[in-house]
């Protein structure tokens, strides 16, 4: 377990002793919450406003005044928390200057951190895999904000009560847009020992996928109460997990199923492109188990690597670069997940086509993108929607192309809209979790980059009324594609 740091009176940057009923830049100073290894938390209410939105003030522990890492690392969370935004993060309020005092204002998230029910490991399965797939959905959204968080660990996240997973702590991130301070301060590898990815032991702090290497370890030491890589403090103890592999899950728990294993092992592979390529992936597959592609690793009990595999890992790794990305969010546009939703009561074949084809050229043109569902090679896969026993229809692409997200057509144009705006407009949902569409239902869990909308010609009523693909082109906060038919072929 994580060590609690022993308690100390919260004291400002002028090294005056902070206390309650204390104002400081109109915010005033209510209850001591906790004590971090980096900062104190005070519960504080604005002066003004004394009855508003719960707020918790976030100081920095500077210790005689000179604590490099303490303050660069606060900077650092100064400068990224104002550029974030959505439910996956605390909202940002306010912040004060070094030259006086300190600190950050924000939303006060209520109940404890995830930490907590490490004490409790191993968790049932469906706990695991469903902090999986909240954390990674939160992931997914942070990323898609140019921000790598680098320091995933229980401590760092919380849950609002609509089930939503919070991040917290940015003092260890990187910002595609900004400067990377710790960077350039600092000539050892940052991060929290048991969860630092390969790269982020190589100095590598740019590559999202870091995060999901992270979270692959949260999942097994939840999943088994074992962490498998230990808990090194020293880069020589760091440098290991380039070239050990962790014992299979399954060996401390026979009861997980393979699924799962294939997911958490590649969650913890030492090169990233060997990884789930987003956490939207990850959310996905934590989601869709059926769709999961096994390997040796899903059927793997050996509980260690042999040790001609490891001097052969470990000759590999001597000198090994690291292949680095350009950003975070690149690398996450590099791999969308495609939705196309018709209109399949009214459409027409030639419309159907025409989405089938459109689905088809943009996965040629994006080898990341999310393979579809189930079904033969040439015929639809059709399922039934548990809510009302409606037909979906799901394309299936040929076998060896790009991966994609099954494209769904649900019944009827105002489903079809609200299907593929609240799947893209809630970039991820939660499960779960509520939303304001038209069917709460159709608001999916996994993430949408890209909705491929078939769109039936339009007519005098329909230009009178609106179309549904406008509809959906203008709640999207995603790329949408429109698809008609040619004229004539309906």
């Not at 900077?75 to 993060?89: F, K």
């Not at 191993?122 to 680098?150: F, N, W």
């Not at 809630?426 to 869990?445: S, V």
């Amino acid at each position: 377990m994580e060590s609690e740091p022993v308690q100390q009176e919260p004291v400002s940057s002028a090294g005056q002793r902070l206390q309650p009923g204390q104002v400081i830049d109109g915010f005033r100073l209510e209850e001591h919450l906790h004590q971090g290894g980096m900062a104190h938390l005070w519960r504080v209410t604005r002066v003004d406003a004394p009855d508003g939105t719960p707020l918790i003030m976030k100081v920095p522990r500077i210790k005689g005044g000179d604590d490099p890492a303490t303050i660069v690392g606060f900077e650092v969370e100064q400068m990224i928390m104002p550029t974030l935004s959505g439910p996956h993060v605390p909202k940002f309020v306010a912040k004060g200057d070094f030259t006086r005092q300190p600190y950050i204002v924000m939303e006060h998230i209520p109940g404890t951190s995830l930490r907590a029910r490490f004490d409790a490991a191993p968790l049932p399965l469906d706990e695991v895999i469903e902090i999986g797939s909240r954390v990674a959905t939160a992931l997914h959204e942070l990323h898609r904000q140019h921000v790598v968080h680098l320091d995933i660990k229980p401590s760092n996240i919380m849950f609002r009560p609509t089930g939503e997973a919070v991040l917290v702590d940015f003092g260890l991130s990187r910002h595609d847009r900004l400067p990377d301070l710790l960077d350039e301060e600092f000539e050892l590898p940052m991060g929290t020992g048991p969860y630092m990815s390969p790269e982020q032991v190589q100095f590598v702090r740019n590559d999202p996928r870091s995060d999901l290497f992270a979270l692959g370890v949260l999942m097994y030491h939840l999943a088994t109460g074992e962490r498998p890589f230990g808990n090194p403090n020293t880069v020589r103890g760091l440098r290991q997990r380039l070239f050990r592999e962790p014992v299979p899950p399954r060996v401390h728990r026979p009861d997980m199923p393979p699924w799962l294993q294939e997911v958490i092992l590649r969650c913890l592979a030492v090169q990233p492109a060997d990884r789930h390529q987003t956490a939207a992936q990850l959310a996905f597959d934590l989601q869709h188990p059926a769709q999961v592609t096994l390997t040796e690793r899903a059927e793997k009990l050996q509980k260690k690597t042999g040790s001609l595999g490891t001097i052969k890992r470990w000759f590999s790794a001597i000198g090994a670069e690291p292949v680095t990305i350009v950003s975070a969010a690149e690398q996450t546009e590099r791999s969308p997940i495609l939705l196309a939703a018709v209109d399949v009561a009214g459409a027409t074949p030639a419309l159907l086509e025409a989405v089938r084809h459109t689905v088809q050229r943009l996965l040629q043109t994006e080898p990341g993108a999310r393979r579809p569902a189930g079904g033969d090679e040439d015929e639809p896969h059709r399922h039934r929607r548990a809510d009302g026993g409606r037909w979906l229809q799901q394309a299936r692409q040929p076998a060896g192309q790009a991966q994609a997200l099954g494209a769904s057509a649900a019944q009827g144009a105002g489903a079809a809209a609200a299907r593929a705006a609240g799947r893209a407009h809630h970039l991820p949902r939660d499960r779960g979790a509520r939303c304001g569409h038209r069917d709460r239902r159709l608001c999916a869990q996994e993430p949408v980059d890209h909705v491929v909308m078939g769109a039936r010609s339009s007519g005098g009523l329909r230009r009178y009324l609106g179309s549904v693909s406008a509809e959906v082109v203008s709640q999207c906060d995603c790329t949408v594609t429109v698809v008609r038919a040619a004229a004539g072929d309906d």
